[in-house]
């Protein structure tokens, strides 16, 4: 079965710009989550949509939002980009996040690389 | 809110040695997960842990999980260079739907 599908791999913008990025999961799976990775943060929780709903939210500010379409496909947009935001965006997908005992765990997407200049 | 500390942050290690790293949560975890990036390329999921006490074998990695469902370890014996990347825990808190990732400890291995 296709993994899952990040767009685009790489993207170079201005500060100040916008910028949106896609991701669709595995099919069947309903939970997308994004991370975003850095160097010297890890992975840190951007959000996480469960049928079209956001379920939960990390300390990102609001420049950063996202949604989830009715076929799970799901998009981030970074608004006003500022130069932190240069990193690695990754997009995880589950049949259920929070599933214990059957051995679900995220798969991730390969990423989109953010270059801000 | 929920901390996930992951230690060391990087580890070196002659080809044939073993390798530990260790994860704390500041909450009871309902399950613990470990993941494995390779450089260059994306988190892949290796295995979860629910009970309290779990061990998991997978060739030469072994998964523990605390008593108090807390910490988890993971222990590599012989590391071959295949196994360089970084690893990752990720705690799940009892009735939460966000996986929460520890720093990474970050594999490199000397032929």
């Known amino acids: 079965k296709a993994g899952v599908t990040q767009t685009p791999r790489y993207l170079i913008k201005t500060r100040g710009q916008q910028v949106t990025l896609s991701c669709s999961p595995i099919?069947?799976?309903?939970?997308v989550s994004w991370y975003q990775q850095t160097p010297g943060q890890g992975l840190q929780f951007l959000f996480e949509y469960f049928s079209e709903t956001q379920r939960n939210k990390g300390n990102f500010p609001g420049r950063f939002s996202g949604r989830q379409f009715s076929n799970s496909r799901s998009e981030m947009n970074v608004s006003t980009l500022e130069l932190g935001d240069s990193a690695l965006y990754l997009c995880a997908s589950s049949l259920e996040t929070g599933l214990v005992g059957a051995g679900y765990g995220y798969t991730f997407g390969s990423g989109t690389r953010l270059t801000v200049v | 809110g929920q901390q996930v500390m992951q230690i060391p942050q990087y580890q070196h290690v002659q080809e044939g040695e073993d390798f530990t790293t260790y994860c704390n949560s500041s909450t009871t975890l309902s399950n613990i997960q470990w993941y494995k990036q390779r450089p260059g390329g994306h988190p892949v999921f290796l295995i979860q842990l629910v009970k309290s006490g779990e061990v998991k074998k997978q060739k030469r990695l072994t998964f523990q999980f605390g008593e108090a469902k807390k910490n988890s370890s993971l222990h590599i014996t012989a590391t071959q260079t295949t196994d360089v990347g970084t690893y990752f825990c990720a705690g799940l808190r009892q009735g939460a739907q966000k996986l929460v990732f520890g720093q990474g400890t970050r594999l490199t291995i000397n032929p």
């Open positions: 099919s069947g799976h309903r939970s």
